[in-house]
Nanobody, 121 residues
Framework: QVQLVESGGGSVQAGGSLRLSCAAS????????MGWFRQAPGKEREFVAA????????YYSASVKGRFTISRDNAKNTVYLQMNSLKPEDTAVYYC??????????????WGQGTQVTVSS
């Protein structure tokens, strides 16, 4: 059973940075895609970024490309989301997801509990 534990959320002023971490366990993740999604109050959950565990190909939404960087540490089984130049519209609960055999995790994958990111203007 895949377990995902996010950490690193918090409050920051616009223009600041945060780094989210997602510690993964329970599987060998070589054939997995790992991703970050977010959900703001009153809005649908949206894709933020994804990375293929094997090969390290990365994918980003247009709204975060150039500001956010997804990466993974194979030795620690951890995926990171470095968020720079944060904007108030980045405020949301951020979720880590893992899914096997795909490019971007889907609803049928495994999900973490979420971590709150709040960006003030």
């Amino acid at each position: 059973q895949v377990q995902l534990v996010e950490s690193g959320g918090g409050s920051v002023q616009a223009g600041g940075s945060l780094r989210l971490s997602c510690a993964a366990s329970g599987r060998t993740f070589s054939n997995y895609a790992m991703g970050w999604f977010r959900q703001a109050p009153g809005k649908e959950r949206e894709f933020v970024a994804a990375i293929r565990w094997s090969g390290g190909n990365t994918y980003y939404s247009a709204s975060v490309k150039g500001r956010f960087t997804i990466s993974r540490d194979n030795a620690k089984n951890t995926v990171y989301l470095q968020m720079n130049s944060l904007k108030p519209e980045d405020t949301a609960v951020y979720y880590c997801a893992a899914d096997e055999g795909v490019t971007i995790p889907g609803d049928s994958g495994s999900w973490g509990q979420g971590t709150q990111v709040t960006v003030s203007s």
